[in-house]
T-cell receptor, first 113, second 118 residues
């Protein structure tokens, strides 16, 4: 089955700087890679996703890149703000089926003022 | 967007009792729902896949007789934690698959249920 690894587990950056979180996946059949932001005690919220037919996707300060050959994908947050502080999870699954989402282990991002 | 609700949002029960958690898709039909468990400062761990009208598929290491799943309708799945123990205390989150146009799916998460077993 699919296995998703994520690092770092914790990340602290100065406000205004960029943050990068990296993930790898094992199942070459996976073709959909969502990223979730979770605040304490709340449900995960989808912040951006990418399908395997593209290499990069950007939405304002957030971007995701995908290297399907290497089975790597990354989340980039630029111009970080205090409200970006949260736990971020990468995930992988098959977009064309109601298949299970497998989550990475999570990254706790802290933004220093 | 699609909405998924969970009930209750939190529950405290005594050790040895059973607790039922409901997951509902409010504005769409979900043939497939998923149940996750999240311990403090950890990731969401998939427990089982709930399929409407059929038996749930459990992940390795999850006791099916302890975590009973019923998906009797296209909008409701229930998770019953039987003979609960303190180590079952956790945040339980469900998600429901919503079929979009073009044979694609998107998952929507419920708000979670915090279970505390005393």
């Amino acid at each position: 089955g699919e296995n998703v690894e994520q690092h770092p587990s914790t990340l602290s950056v100065q406000e205004g700087d960029s943050a990068v979180i990296k993930c790898t996946y094992s199942d070459s059949a996976s073709n959909y890679f969502p990223w979730y932001k979770q605040e304490l005690g709340k449900r995960p919220q989808l912040i951006i996703d990418i399908r395997s037919n593209v290499g990069e996707k950007k939405d304002q300060r957030i971007a995701v890149t995908l290297n399907k050959t290497a089975k790597h994908f990354s989340l980039h947050i630029t111009e970080t703000q205090p409200e970006d502080s949260a736990v971020y999870f990468c995930a992988a699954n098959l977009y064309s089926s109601a298949s299970k989402i497998i989550f990475g282990s999570g990254t706790r991002l802290s933004i220093r003022p | 967007g699609a909405v998924v609700s969970q009930h209750p949002s939190w529950v405290i029960c005594k050790s040895g009792t059973s607790v039922k958690i409901e997951c509902r898709s409010l504005d769409f039909q979900a043939t497939t729902m998923f149940w996750y468990r999240q311990f403090p400062k950890q990731s969401l761990m998939l427990m089982a896949t709930s399929n409407e009208g059929s038996k749930a598929t459990y992940e390795q290491g999850v006791e099916k007789d302890k975590f009973l799943i019923n998906h009797a309708s296209l909008t409701l799945s229930t998770l019953t934690v039987t003979s609960a123990h303190p180590e079952d205390s956790s945040f339980y989150i469900c998600s429901a698959s919503h079929r979009l146009a073009g044979l694609s799916y998107e998952q929507y998460f419920g708000p979670g249920t915090r279970l505390t077993v005393t």
